[in-house]
């Protein structure tokens, strides 16, 4: 059936294309059968709608290791709109051409990126950038989006793993709490996918526990939404089961000691030269720190219910008393509520609370000690914590770091213009966790 089908293409109307291209994506199809690549090939074409083109495109990604595939493909780029959904497609099959095992591929990948894209991909810091910039765009196609993090966790360098952990917890904060299924869900356990295959590296740059840590959020979001939360699950095992040693130092800093070691070897006693040497290995550490330290706050909730009647939205509540209050919970209008945490080390604490009228109440701004807990329960102008009227999805955010953060007031103001999605952006060295309740 599908083959006669195929053959009938140009007759057509665009919508039963687009349901035909949907159905093959979905159910699968021979990508061996060369009447149904050469039907998907005769829609490359500019005159094609862009949605057609676009999953023809993505089908024909299937049998990429062909020769004829690849030059109807290369033929057909010079044509496409840089903004348009078939050039982003093609873009999301080239960052996978750059992994691929057969040499024709990846070097058919490597000449049309540095055609097209005005970049060498042979070289880290330009694929990086590459890989950033897209992913970033939140304009760009899911597929493009979701492709990049495959290709930073193929790139393995120090700094796409980073990208990946930065841009997981920017995700993580951004997750709605309903099963609904959104961009940022998918990108979520695409991204946690990625990780996973990235394991090895993130282990050996020293990011397993913040890995992890991230990861086991993003799990807690996805309980209920099935196969995601399943590829969280794999990532965060395959990452347990890494195993190897922490970096000591960046790599750029190895042949640095390596040749204070030989010079100071054969040029003075072996105590003395000891001593110097860990001397200087302490300054080179010093000189090139990570890029944080990942802190991690124990936080809590308990709220307050008063056995008393309200009138608030016309309505009466009843049953008094405290009770806990988990991550993704419910708290009614009029609750008290107070939070308590603690850190794992010491650390400059800031907490804020996002509520539902898109109002930052900063709500504590102190050194917290990881032999104590601390409970908020009163705003810093001392009014007791309590829900108002205005139901939604409340948000606390507390930000941890080894260090006091510099200019906080002022990047608090660029936070309160930008929007909190962009709070990673703001406090790029601070570990930043949340805690979400629902207001009803």
Not at 113 to 138: C, G, H, M, S, V
Not at 198 to 210: N, P
Not at 314 to 336: H, Q
Not at 422 to 435: A, G, H, L
């Given at each position: 059936?599908?083959?006669?089908?195929?053959?009938?293409?140009?007759?057509?109307?665009?919508?039963?294309?687009?349901?035909?291209?949907?159905?093959?994506?979905?159910?699968?199809?021979?990508?061996?059968?060369?009447?149904?690549?050469?039907?998907?090939?005769?829609?490359?074409?500019?005159?094609?709608?862009?949605?057609?083109?676009?999953?023809?495109?993505?089908?024909?990604?299937?049998?990429?290791?062909?020769?004829?595939?690849?030059?109807?493909?290369?033929?057909?780029?010079?044509?496409?709109?840089?903004?348009?959904?078939?050039?982003?497609?093609?873009?999301?099959?080239?960052?996978?051409?750059?992994?691929?095992?057969?040499?024709?591929?990846?070097?058919?990948?490597?000449?049309?990126?540095?055609?097209?894209?005005?970049?060498?991909?042979?070289?880290?810091?330009?694929?990086?950038?590459?890989?950033?910039?897209?992913?970033?765009?939140?304009?760009?196609?899911?597929?493009?989006?979701?492709h990049c993090t495959l290709g930073l966790a193929q790139s393995g360098t120090r700094q796409a793993a980073d990208k990946l952990l930065v841009f997981g917890k920017k995700l993580l904060l951004t997750l709605p709490?309903?099963?609904?299924?959104?961009?940022?869900?998918?990108?979520?356990?695409?991204?946690?996918?990625?990780?996973?295959?990235?394991?090895?590296?993130?282990?050996?740059?020293?990011?397993?526990?913040?890995?992890?840590?991230?990861?086991?959020?993003?799990?807690?979001?996805?309980?209920?939404?099935?196969?995601?939360?399943?590829?969280?699950?794999?990532?965060?095992?395959?990452?347990?089961?890494?195993?190897?040693?922490?970096?000591?130092?960046?790599?750029?800093?190895?042949?640095?000691?390596?040749?204070?070691?030989?010079?100071?070897?054969?040029?003075?006693?072996?105590?003395?030269?000891?001593?110097?040497?860990?001397?200087?290995?302490?300054?080179?550490?010093?000189?090139?720190?990570?890029?944080?330290?990942?802190?991690?706050?124990?936080?809590?909730?308990?709220?307050?219910?008063?056995?008393?009647?309200?009138?608030?939205?016309?309505?009466?509540?009843?049953?008094?008393?405290?009770?806990?209050?988990?991550?993704?919970?419910?708290?009614?209008?009029?609750?008290?509520?107070?939070?308590?945490?603690k850190p794992d080390k010491d650390a400059y604490i800031r907490v804020l609370l996002y509520d539902t009228s898109k109002e930052i109440t900063e709500l504590f701004s102190d050194k917290a000690y990881s032999d104590k807990n601390i409970l908020i329960s009163t705003t810093k102008q001392g009014e007791k914590l309590q829900l108002d009227d205005v139901p939604g999805t409340e948000t606390v955010y507390i930000l941890?770091?080894?260090?006091?953060?510099?200019?906080?007031?002022?990047?608090?103001?660029?936070?309160?213009?930008?929007?909190?999605?962009?709070?990673?952006?703001?406090?790029?060295?601070?570990?930043?966790?949340?805690?979400?309740?629902?207001?009803?």
């Open positions: 059936m599908k083959p006669s089908i195929i053959n009938h293409f140009e007759n057509m109307p665009t919508q039963v294309k687009k349901a035909y291209l949907t159905h093959l994506c979905t159910d699968g199809y021979d990508s061996d059968d060369q009447r149904i690549r050469t039907g998907l090939t005769s829609l490359l074409t500019d005159k094609e709608d862009d949605d057609v083109r676009a999953i023809a495109i993505q089908l024909l990604g299937a049998s990429v290791d062909e020769n004829d595939i690849r030059e109807s493909l290369k033929a057909l780029l010079p044509t496409l709109p840089k903004n348009s959904i078939s050039y982003d497609v093609m873009k999301s099959l080239l960052i996978t051409a750059l992994s691929d095992e057969i040499e024709d591929v990846r070097a058919w990948g490597i000449e049309i990126i540095r055609a097209y894209e005005k970049i060498n991909p042979d070289n880290n810091t330009e694929l990086f950038d590459f890989l950033a910039r897209n992913l970033d765009n939140e304009n760009a196609a899911l597929h493009l989006r979701w709490d309903s099963d609904e299924h959104t961009p940022d869900k998918f990108l979520a356990e695409k991204t946690a996918y990625s990780i996973g295959l990235a394991s090895e590296k993130i282990c050996e740059y020293g990011k397993k526990q913040e890995a992890i840590l991230m990861l086991e959020r993003i799990a807690k979001r996805l309980a209920s939404e099935g196969n995601d939360a399943r590829t969280v699950s794999w990532a965060i095992g395959r990452i347990n089961e890494t195993r190897c040693a922490p970096v000591i130092a960046a790599p750029a800093v190895v042949p640095i000691l390596e040749s204070i070691r030989r010079f100071f070897t054969q040029t003075f006693s072996f105590k003395f030269a000891g001593a110097i040497a860990a001397v200087c290995l302490v300054l080179i550490v010093a000189r090139f720190p990570d890029r944080f330290d990942e802190i991690v706050v124990k936080v809590s909730m308990r709220g307050i219910r008063e056995n008393a009647t309200s009138t608030m939205r016309g309505s009466s509540r009843s049953g008094s008393g405290e009770f806990d209050v988990t991550d993704g919970g419910i708290l009614k209008s009029g609750d008290y509520f107070n939070i308590s945490f941890a770091s080894k260090n006091p953060i510099e200019n906080f007031d002022k990047k608090l103001g660029e936070l309160r213009k930008i929007g909190m999605d962009k709070i990673q952006q703001v406090f790029p060295n601070t570990s930043i966790q949340t805690f979400r309740f629902r207001h009803e």
